[in-house]
C-alpha cells in the first residue's frame, strides 16, 4: 500500500524469550487509575481476557475485547498503515507473556480475532457481552465466586417442580461441549492444520546415554586414560573421574534448567484454560470454593494431558505452538517409567479415536473426580460427576455408539491410566520443588503444581526436623 512502513519481526535468543519479556507501556498496572476505572466501567466484575494475547482487557475495542496494548497496537498498526514481516513463517504464538515478539502474527491474531479496520477509522463497535477470567491462581477463589451461573427465570420452578433427566443431560451435554470448544486450543480443527516444528530442545547423548554430548565425551576419555595400566597416573585418573562425574552433573541440570522452562511456558497458558472450563460446568460454582481449587490444581495435568494427546504422536508429546518433547526429554526430567507411561496414554487416546464432542465429556469427568485428597463437600461432587456422566452417555446414544456401556467402560479405564499418571506427575515435580531458585517458571505454573516461589513458600524437612 502506498506510505506504508515496513517492519521486519526481530527474533531474540532463548534467554530473551523466556525470560526478559517486555510489557506494552499502554497496558495500565494494577491499581492504577486507568485500572480501576476499567473495572468501574464493568460493573465491579473481573475483567474479561485479551482475545489477542490473554492479557487482562481494559474494554471493547475495535470489536473485540482487548487490553490496551493490544487496541494500541491495531491502532497504531491501521492508522501508519505498516506492514510486517514474520522470520519464522508466520506461526508465531501470541500470548501476554511474548506479544512484543512479532509483530507480523499479533497483526494477524488481531484480524483473526475480528478486529475491525473500519473501526479504527470511523469509530466504535457496540459492546458485547464479557466473561471474566483469572489472573493467577492467587485471586482464583475471589474470581470463581464472582461468576456464579445464572438464576432460573422467575416463575420456572414453580411451573416445571422436576426437570426431565434427559433434558436436564442435554442441558448439560450442549454446555460441556461448548465450554470445551472455545477454551481449549488443542482443537481437532488446529491438528488438521498442525504443522510440527522441531523439538524444545536437542538433547546429545554419550555412549553410555546421559546428556551433554562431547563434553561429556572428552570428559569420559580422561576418565578412561587414568584408568588404565599406568599406575603412576592413577592420581591423576581419580580426578578425571571427578572431574567426569562434575561436568556431566552440571550438563544434566543445565539441560533440565532449561528443559522446565522451555515446558513451563507453553503448558501455562492452558491453565487459564482449563479454568475457564471447570467455571463453565453446571453445578461446579456451589461447590465450596476450596474444593473447586482442589479440583483445578489436581486435575489440571490430566486434562491438558488429555487434550495434548489429541495434536501429539505416538513418540513425542506436541504442545499447541507445534514444538514436541521427546521420549528421551520425558526420561530427562522425569523417569523412564513415567516417560514411557505418557506415551503409553497418548498411544491409548489415539485409538479410542474419540470425537470432539467426546473429548469434551471425558475431560469434564476428569475435572471433577471426586477421589481427590482434601475435599470437604465430596458427596456434592459425586452429584456433579454423575450428572456429567449422564451427559457423556447422552452424547454417545446420540452420536450412534453401539455399545454405549461398553464405550463407557473404555473411557473409566483410560480415566484410571491418567489418573495414576496424574499423581506420579506430583511427585516427580519435587525436582522443581528442590531448585525453585535456580528455575525461572511462570508463577501460574508455580502456583498450579505447588512449586515455590519464594522462602516462605519452600519448605524444607530437614531443616524444620533440626529446628524443633
Not at 238 to 259: D, K, P, S, Y
Not at 370 to 378: A, K, N, Q, T
Not at 423 to 439: F, G, P
Given at each position: 500500500?502506498?506510505?506504508?512502513?515496513?517492519?521486519?519481526?526481530?527474533?531474540?535468543?532463548?534467554?530473551?524469550?523466556?525470560?526478559?519479556?517486555?510489557?506494552?507501556?499502554?497496558?495500565?498496572?494494577?491499581?492504577?487509575?486507568?485500572?480501576?476505572a476499567d473495572s468501574a466501567g464493568a460493573g465491579g466484575k473481573a475483567a474479561a481476557p485479551c482475545k489477542v494475547c490473554g492479557d487482562k482487557a481494559s474494554g471493547y475495542h475495535y470489536g473485540v475485547t482487548s487490553c490496551e496494548g493490544c487496541k494500541g497496537f491495531f491502532r497504531r498498526s491501521i492508522q501508519k498503515q505498516i506492514e510486517y514481516r514474520c522470520l519464522r513463517d508466520g506461526k508465531c504464538l501470541v500470548i501476554r507473556l511474548n506479544r512484543n515478539r512479532c509483530q507480523f502474527c499479533r497483526f494477524k491474531k488481531c484480524l483473526a480475532v475480528g478486529m475491525s479496520r473500519?473501526?479504527?477509522?470511523?469509530?466504535?463497535?457496540?459492546?458485547?457481552?464479557?466473561?471474566?477470567?483469572?489472573?493467577?491462581?492467587?485471586?482464583?477463589?475471589?474470581?470463581?465466586?464472582?461468576?456464579?451461573?445464572?438464576?432460573?427465570?422467575?416463575?420456572?420452578?414453580?411451573?416445571?417442580?422436576?426437570?426431565?433427566?434427559?433434558?436436564?443431560?442435554?442441558?448439560?451435554?450442549?454446555?460441556?461441549?461448548?465450554?470445551?470448544?472455545?477454551?481449549?486450543?488443542?482443537?481437532?480443527?488446529?491438528?488438521?492444520?498442525?504443522?510440527?516444528?522441531?523439538?524444545?530442545?536437542?538433547?546429545?547423548?554419550?555412549?553410555?546415554?546421559?546428556?551433554?554430548?562431547?563434553?561429556?565425551?572428552?570428559?569420559?576419555?580422561?576418565?578412561?586414560?587414568?584408568?588404565?595400566?599406568?599406575?603412576?597416573?592413577?592420581?591423576?585418573?581419580?580426578?578425571?573421574?571427578?572431574?567426569?562425574?562434575?561436568?556431566?552433573?552440571?550438563?544434566?541440570?543445565?539441560?533440565?534448567?532449561?528443559?522446565?522452562?522451555?515446558?513451563?511456558?507453553?503448558?501455562?497458558?492452558?491453565?487459564?484454560?482449563?479454568?475457564?472450563?471447570?467455571?463453565?460446568?453446571?453445578?461446579?460454582?456451589?461447590?465450596?470454593?476450596?474444593?473447586?481449587?482442589?479440583?483445578?490444581?489436581?486435575?489440571?495435568?490430566?486434562?491438558?494431558?488429555?487434550?495434548?494427546?489429541?495434536?501429539?504422536?505416538?513418540?513425542?508429546?506436541?504442545?499447541?505452538?507445534?514444538?514436541?518433547?521427546?521420549?528421551?526429554?520425558?526420561?530427562?526430567?522425569?523417569?523412564?517409567?513415567?516417560?514411557?507411561?505418557?506415551?503409553?496414554?497418548?498411544?491409548?487416546?489415539?485409538?479410542?479415536?474419540?470425537?470432539?464432542?467426546?473429548?469434551?465429556?471425558?475431560?469434564?469427568?476428569?475435572?471433577?473426580?471426586?477421589?481427590?485428597?482434601?475435599?470437604?463437600?465430596?458427596?456434592?461432587?459425586?452429584?456433579?460427576?454423575?450428572?456429567?456422566?449422564?451427559?457423556?452417555?447422552?452424547?454417545?446414544?446420540?452420536?450412534?455408539?453401539?455399545?454405549?456401556?461398553?464405550?463407557?467402560?473404555?473411557?473409566?479405564?483410560?480415566?484410571?491410566?491418567?489418573?495414576?499418571?496424574?499423581?506420579?506427575?506430583?511427585?516427580?515435580?519435587?525436582?522443581?520443588?528442590?531448585?525453585?531458585?535456580?528455575?525461572?517458571?511462570?508463577?501460574?505454573?508455580?502456583?498450579?503444581?505447588?512449586?515455590?516461589?519464594?522462602?516462605?513458600?519452600?519448605?524444607?524437612?530437614?531443616?524444620?526436623?533440626?529446628?524443633?
Amino acid at each position: 500500500m502506498s506510505c506504508s512502513m515496513l517492519v521486519e519481526a526481530t527474533s531474540s535468543n532463548i534467554e530473551d524469550d523466556l525470560y526478559t519479556f517486555k510489557e506494552d507501556p499502554e497496558s495500565p498496572a494494577v491499581g492504577s487509575p486507568e485500572a480501576q476505572a476499567d473495572s468501574a466501567g464493568a460493573g465491579g466484575k473481573a475483567a474479561a481476557p485479551c482475545k489477542v494475547c490473554g492479557d487482562k482487557a481494559s474494554g471493547y475495542h475495535y470489536g473485540v475485547t482487548s487490553c490496551e496494548g493490544c487496541k494500541g497496537f491495531f491502532r497504531r498498526s491501521i492508522q501508519k498503515q505498516i506492514e510486517y514481516r514474520c522470520l519464522r513463517d508466520g506461526k508465531c504464538l501470541v500470548i501476554r507473556l511474548n506479544r512484543n515478539r512479532c509483530q507480523f502474527c499479533r497483526f494477524k491474531k488481531c484480524l483473526a480475532v475480528g478486529m475491525s479496520r473500519d473501526s479504527v477509522r470511523y469509530g466504535r463497535v457496540p459492546k458485547r457481552r464479557e466473561v471474566s477470567s483469572p489472573e493467577s491462581m492467587a485471586d482464583l477463589a475471589k474470581n470463581l465466586a464472582s461468576n456464579p451461573e445464572p438464576p432460573p427465570a422467575a416463575g420456572a420452578a414453580a411451573e416445571e417442580p422436576e426437570v426431565d433427566a434427559l433434558e436436564a443431560s442435554k442441558d448439560l451435554a450442549k454446555m460441556v461441549i461448548l465450554a470445551h470448544r472455545n477454551l481449549n486450543s488443542y482443537s481437532e480443527d488446529f491438528r488438521r492444520s498442525l504443522q510440527l516444528q522441531t523439538f524444545i530442545l536437542k538433547v546429545e547423548e554419550d555412549r553410555e546415554g546421559q546428556p551433554g554430548g562431547s563434553n561429556d565425551g572428552q570428559a569420559a576419555g580422561g576418565s578412561n586414560e587414568g584408568n588404565g595400566a599406568n599406575g603412576a597416573n592413577g592420581a591423576n585418573g581419580g580426578n578425571g573421574v571427578n572431574a567426569a562425574a562434575a561436568i556431566a552433573a552440571a550438563n544434566r541440570f543445565e539441560t533440565l534448567t532449561v528443559l522446565w522452562c522451555n515446558v513451563a511456558y507453553r503448558m501455562t497458558p492452558a491453565v487459564q484454560q482449563v479454568v475457564e472450563f471447570a467455571k463453565r460446568l453446571p453445578g461446579f460454582h456451589i461447590l465450596p470454593q476450596d474444593d473447586q481449587l482442589i479440583l483445578i490444581k489436581l486435575g489440571f495435568f490430566e486434562v491438558w494431558l488429555t487434550r495434548a494427546t489429541r495434536i501429539s504422536t505416538p513418540s513425542a508429546i506436541v504442545f499447541d505452538d507445534g514444538t514436541s518433547l521427546s521420549h528421551r526429554q520425558l526420561e530427562l526430567m522425569y523417569d523412564t517409567p513415567f516417560a514411557s507411561g505418557i506415551l503409553s496414554y497418548v498411544r491409548a487416546v489415539i485409538r479410542m479415536d474419540m470425537t470432539e464432542d467426546e473429548a469434551a465429556m471425558y475431560t469434564a469427568s476428569l475435572l471433577v473426580s471426586p477421589d481427590r485428597c482434601g475435599l470437604s463437600e465430596r458427596d456434592r461432587v459425586e452429584t456433579l460427576v454423575r450428572n456429567v456422566n449422564d451427559a457423556f452417555i447422552y452424547v454417545l446414544s446420540e452420536n450412534g455408539t453401539p455399545d454405549v456401556a461398553t464405550r463407557m467402560e473404555a473411557f473409566n479405564s483410560l480415566a484410571q491410566e491418567v489418573r495414576m499418571l496424574g499423581d506420579r506427575h506430583h511427585d516427580l515435580l519435587s525436582w522443581c520443588r528442590v531448585n525453585w531458585r535456580r528455575l525461572d517458571l511462570p508463577a501460574l505454573f508455580s502456583e498450579i503444581f505447588d512449586i515455590p516461589k519464594n522462602d516462605e513458600d519452600f519448605f524444607d524437612p530437614e531443616r524444620a526436623s533440626t529446628s524443633v
